[in-house]
């Protein structure tokens, strides 16, 4: 598990899977910010995807490079303390290009309740699965 979590640390440009009218919605998202198995987001409350959470707060996300390639799912929670969106806004250049105030913005977190290791250039190839919610 440890190595799908550093892979996570080094790949934060993740394809971020939402539901919407029971349509899936794919989209590139970039974690801002990992506590261990905790994920953490920023968007505006104006998007869509913050709507699509509100109502459905099930995701999955994926974190890929060359034959690598880490698969996460977990609830959405927009249960963030101010010091933690203080640190995001501030440690994430491209925010402050794009809103005045780390306030602006809505914060979210994914805890990874499952997540997906694929290396498929040993033969066999490695697969792991962790459950997390354990």
């Given at each position: 598990m440890k190595k799908a979590l550093q892979f996570l640390q080094s790949h934060v440009?993740?394809?971020?899977?939402?539901?919407?009218d029971n349509l899936p919605?794919?989209?590139?998202?970039?974690?801002m910010k990992q506590d261990d198995s905790?994920?953490?987001?920023?968007?505006?409350?104006?998007k869509a995807v913050y709507r699509e959470l509100k109502q459905n707060p099930h995701?999955?996300?994926l974190a890929s490079e060359g034959d690598i390639s880490v698969r996460c799912s977990g609830t959405v929670s927009f249960d963030v303390d101010e010091a933690t969106k203080?640190?995001?806004?501030?440690?994430?250049?491209?925010?402050?290009?794009?809103?005045?105030?780390?306030d602006k913005m809505e914060y979210f977190c994914v805890p990874i309740a499952e997540m997906d290791y694929y290396d498929?250039?040993?033969?066999?190839?490695?697969i792991q699965h962790f459950d997390l919610r354990k």
């Open positions: 440009d993740v394809a971020f899977a939402t539901c919407s919605k794919l989209r590139v998202f970039r974690i905790v994920l953490y987001f920023a968007t505006s409350a104006q995701v999955e996300l203080r640190w995001i806004y501030e440690h994430n250049n491209v925010l402050s290009r794009l809103y005045d105030s780390y498929l250039a040993p033969t066999p190839p490695l």
